[in-house]
């Protein structure tokens, strides 16, 4: 055999599957924990813009559960501007995003 041909396939790897293994195993940790990390950050957001628009404690729980995170929430139970004012529902035609012009011929 020519000389090269020994060279290229007696070489040993440059890490052994062990390490390789280990690397592997410690990047899929550090992206597991910065998954957990974000969402995590998104619960506490979603909470949080929840408990601002909800209009009372029912309401926020109902919200709350359809986003899966009931029970789990760290914003406060009544926003700090709302808890000064009693909440009432607004009236459709305040928050309708386009005037009913021409709906009704």
């Known amino acids: 055999m020519p000389p090269d041909y020994q060279l290229a396939t007696s070489h ?3 890490t052994s599957p062990a390490e390789r293994s280990s690397k592997a195993a410690i990047g899929f940790a550090d992206g597991r924990a910065a998954a ?3 969402e995590a950050v998104q619960r506490v957001r979603a909470a949080r813009t929840v408990a601002v628009h909800s209009l ?3 309401d926020r729980g109902v919200l709350l559960s359809m986003l899966g995170i ?6 406060p139970c009544t926003p700090p501007a709302a808890a000064s004012q009693p909440a009432t529902p607004q009236p459709v035609a305040a ?3 386009w005037p009913n012009q021409g709906a009704r011929r």
């Open 56 to 58: 009372d404690a029912e």
């Open 12 to 14: 040993h790897a440059l």
């Open 70 to 75: 009931a029970g789990q929430e760290s914003a």
């Open 95 to 97: 928050i309708a995003p």
């Open 36 to 38: 957990e990390k974000a």
